[in-house]
């Protein structure tokens, strides 16, 4: 199977001024290894933005602070990851401004590769 036919594109809300939008619970299984990408998609970012990586054992008890935390800069449109030895996990992006100001729209992708036992 080529590497495109296995990356899956998730729908996540816009995310506004301040406030944060998450996407979908994602399940690994053991050995499986999580290539995510965040795509801004937005026409002139100036603002730093928080990708939260949030993990759980169950999809519904969350992990706080998150288990990992990435900046997207005002001049960087993509930033990826990888991800393994989690159950399961869900990315959220917000606004790292200190007085935020403006809304975001992303792009999310990801293609899980490994042996699933």
Same mark, same amino acid.
């Given at each position: 199977?080529? %590497?495109?036919?296995?990356?899956?594109?998730?729908?996540?809300?816009? !995310? !506004?001024? *301040? *406030?944060?939008?998450?996407?979908? %619970?994602?399940?690994?299984?053991?050995?499986?290894?999580?290539?995510?990408?965040?795509?801004?998609?937005?026409?002139?970012?100036? &603002?730093? %933005?928080?990708?939260?990586?949030?993990?759980?054992?169950?999809?519904?008890?969350?992990?706080?602070?998150?288990? &990992?935390?990435?900046?997207?800069?005002?001049?960087?449109?993509?930033?990826?990851?990888?991800?393994?030895? +989690?159950?399961?996990?869900?990315?959220?992006?917000?606004?790292?401004?200190?007085?935020?100001? &403006? !809304?975001? &729209?992303?792009?999310?992708?990801?293609?899980?590769? *490994? +042996?699933?036992?």
């Amino acid at each position: 199977m080529p %590497w495109l036919d296995r990356v899956t594109q998730l729908d996540v809300d816009e !995310s !506004s001024p *301040g *406030g944060g939008a998450s996407g979908d %619970w994602i399940t690994l299984n053991p050995n499986e290894v999580v290539h995510y990408t965040v795509k801004r998609t937005d026409a002139t970012p100036t &603002e730093f %933005w928080a990708i939260d990586v949030i993990t759980s054992l169950n999809s519904s008890l969350e992990d706080d602070p998150p288990f &990992e935390r990435y900046l997207l800069t005002a001049t960087q449109l993509v930033k990826s990851f990888l991800l393994a030895g +989690v159950y399961s996990f869900r990315v959220k992006i917000s606004n790292a401004a200190a007085s935020p100001s &403006e !809304s975001v &729209e992303t792009d999310h992708y990801y293609r899980k590769d *490994g +042996v699933n036992l």
